[in-house]
């Protein structure tokens, strides 16, 4: 049997939070999905608005929709991984509620993976949608620095960095057996924030990251997203890199290739804290010097 003839069992994951006013477009863009075999497996954080009702009147009639509502707020990442251990399936991804996908996202997918039997995860490019409160764009965006990167150490040295558009690996297709290695999402020192990170750095050192060069993602980056909430500090910038060692030390790896890849992580981020740390007192060396 050729891979496209299979049609192995995916199960989006969507965790919802406040989020009745933006999620119907991604609630219809699963529904239009052309792939056969998908279950939307969609789990409100006990939201205060009308987010679980909504999803609850879309999934009427609609067999492959599955909603559950619980009885108390668990968190983002509580929230992610009781739908990760639900996910029945040999390949999940996360729906994130206010990112539509195009109709053949999922079916792309599933055919990269199929063929790159040693990838654990495909994604793909996408539109990123910005509604910002001085200024709104819309353009498409693709995240190529993965591409042909063979080796944990070559993929770790580039999401290690978390420059460009390391996110767009976030809305891809992984295997279920890969993330069932790495355990799931963790809280950490700076709690959940940017916790996507450390998970995501984890995945890449169990196998191949695939990109197919399609924008099937609608990315929209809006004032009322999770993500732009966010605010980098001192304290939660060290939070989230210990957090990267942690997940590299626990990855499921020999241990001498765990220790050279925490090693090589190590030197990144001192050779990062250097660099910054020279143009801090290079402004304040500016700053000080007599006006000419």
């Not at 609609?62 to 990442?77: D, S």
């Not at 709690?191 to 050192?205: I, K, M, T, Y």
């Not at 001192?270 to 060396?285: C, D, E, G």
Request: aromatic share 10%.
């Amino acid at each position: 049997m050729s891979p496209t003839e299979r049609t192995p069992r995916v199960v989006a994951c969507m965790p919802t939070y406040k989020a009745a006013g933006f999620i119907e477009p991604t609630l219809q863009s699963l529904a239009a999905q052309t792939y056969a075999n998908l279950q939307v497996l969609i789990s409100d954080d006990a939201s205060p608005d009308g987010s679980f009702d909504l999803c609850r009147r879309f999934a009427e009639g609609r067999p492959q929709f599955a909603v559950h509502r619980q009885a108390r707020n668990l968190g983002w990442i509580g929230n992610v991984n009781w739908l990760l251990e639900r996910a029945e399936a040999e390949y999940v991804f996360f729906a994130f509620h206010d990112d539509p996908l195009e109709p053949g996202y999922v079916q792309a997918l599933v055919d990269a993976l199929e063929c790159s039997p040693d990838a654990v995860l495909a994604f793909t490019d996408a539109v990123v949608d910005f509604r910002g409160e001085s200024e709104s764009w819309v353009r498409p965006m693709s995240y190529t620095e993965l591409d042909g990167l063979g080796t944990a150490r070559e993929r770790l040295a580039v999401l290690a960095q978390r420059t460009g558009l390391w996110w767009l690996p976030n809305r891809g297709l992984f295997r279920k057996s890969a993330a069932v290695r790495v355990g799931g999402m963790r809280r950490h020192l700076g709690g959940e924030f940017c916790a996507d990170w450390p998970w995501l750095l984890h995945l890449s050192l169990l196998g191949a990251f695939v990109r197919v060069p399609q924008p099937l993602v609608r990315k929209v980056w809006s004032h009322e997203g999770l993500s732009k909430s966010w605010r980098w500090s001192a304290h939660k910038r060290v939070a989230v890199t210990l957090a990267c060692l942690t997940e590299i030390l626990r990855a499921d790896l020999p241990v001498n290739e765990r220790m050279r890849l925490a090693a090589d992580f190590s030197g990144y981020w001192v050779v990062r804290w250097a660099l910054s740390a020279a143009r801090s007192v290079a402004r304040a060396t500016r700053s000080s010097l007599p006006a000419r």
